[in-house]
């Protein structure tokens, strides 16, 4: 049922995105015609009222600009997401998911199905399988599913709560599709994912769904204090984007961009993105405050989505002319 028969191995799930390919798919490509951009994830750099509003804000802009750039792609038929309230839905609430489910299932059955173990439930297992009572089993399997599935949606939910997507797309966290190869738990959610997507693209006639990833983070104040905007001091802000076009076959057909935060990648210098706490300004009371009264950081978001998705499309589509 699970590996090394009763007892699985522990495994550690390691969230890591990591970059995918930047090369096509050459053979995946020729399938691809109509496609619908399902996910437009933002890094979420601030919670509370004084974050939310802008990253929201730049989440939604962020919609309106891939869309038309995703116009500009020759050969590609870009639909808006059927029924994203359905997938969404699937992410938002694994226990709900016969996809998720069955996947789990089958994954007991072959003995794929590498999680952690409390003592108890292994007890259950070897007593089971030391008498035979294939029914006790097999009911042990359903609840290690049950449970695992709780298990996954607390994993999903912690990785959701660190990005920020605009209304009609899917939060969904785009390392799950980007084909690197993992163990225990997040073997699991990707090959969940992987079946969500084949299925909601068989669904809905699509030839392709089209994940984006908006990497982005904001500087550390630095020694020298530029207080602007009353309590306002200066910093960096920096995004950049990393797209996968996934085929309904389940394949990589195509990815672009990177999610890599360095200090080479696109960013606007000297925002007025700290504020003090209580009238102090010394490190510790400075926290991320982006509702700048004049709206500066809010600007510098829009201009980064927009520059940086536009050289993210000039690069797919003079890759697809190249095919």
């Not at 590609?76 to 309230?85: D, L, R, S, Y």
């Not at 999903?156 to 209304?167: A, E, H, S, T």
């Not at 996968?244 to 057909?253: D, K, V």
Request: with cysteine; aromatic share 6%; charged share 25%.
């Amino acid at each position: 049922m699970f590996r090394k028969s009763i007892i699985p191995l522990i495994c550690i799930a390691l969230f890591l995105g990591g970059c995918a390919s930047t090369k096509p798919n050459p053979e995946a490509l020729k399938s691809i015609n109509k496609v619908a951009l399902v996910t437009l994830n933002l890094d979420r750099v601030g919670k509370g009222p004084n974050n939310d509003p802008v990253l929201k804000s730049s989440a939604g802009f962020a919609a309106t600009v891939y869309r038309q750039e995703l116009d500009r792609v020759p050969g590609w038929t870009v639909v808006e997401p059927p029924v994203i309230e359905e997938l969404e839905s699937q992410f938002s609430d694994l226990t709900s998911s016969n996809i998720a489910r069955q996947t789990l299932q089958e994954m007991a059955d072959q003995e794929r199905l590498d999680v952690n173990l409390d003592n108890a439930k292994i007890a259950k297992l070897t007593m089971a399988a030391f008498s035979g009572n294939m029914a006790a089993m097999e009911q042990m399997k359903a609840e290690i599913v049950e449970d695992t599935l709780v298990e996954l949606q607390n994993d999903l939910n912690f990785k959701r709560d660190q990005l920020v997507w605009p209304n009609g797309k899917a939060g969904i966290p785009v390392w799950l599709v980007n084909g690197a190869q993992s163990k225990g738990k997040t073997a699991a959610l990707r090959e969940i994912t992987g079946r969500i997507l084949d299925d909601y693209c068989q669904r809905n006639g699509l030839d392709g769904v089209i994940l984006v990833h908006q990497a982005s983070a904001v500087g550390k104040p630095g020694d020298i204090r530029v207080i602007v905007q009353e309590d306002r001091v200066l910093s960096s802000i920096k995004v950049n984007p990393f797209l996968i076009l996934r085929s309904a076959s389940g394949e990589i057909a195509l990815s672009a961009g990177s999610n890599r935060l360095d200090d080479l990648v696109p960013m606007k210098l000297a925002m007025p993105i700290y504020s003090g706490y209580k009238q102090r300004m010394e490190s510790k009371y400075l926290k991320v405050n982006l509702s700048d009264p004049k709206g500066t950081a809010q600007e510098g978001y829009y201009s980064l989505i927009s520059s940086t998705a536009k050289d993210l499309f000039d690069d797919v589509i003079e890759v697809l002319q190249k095919q």
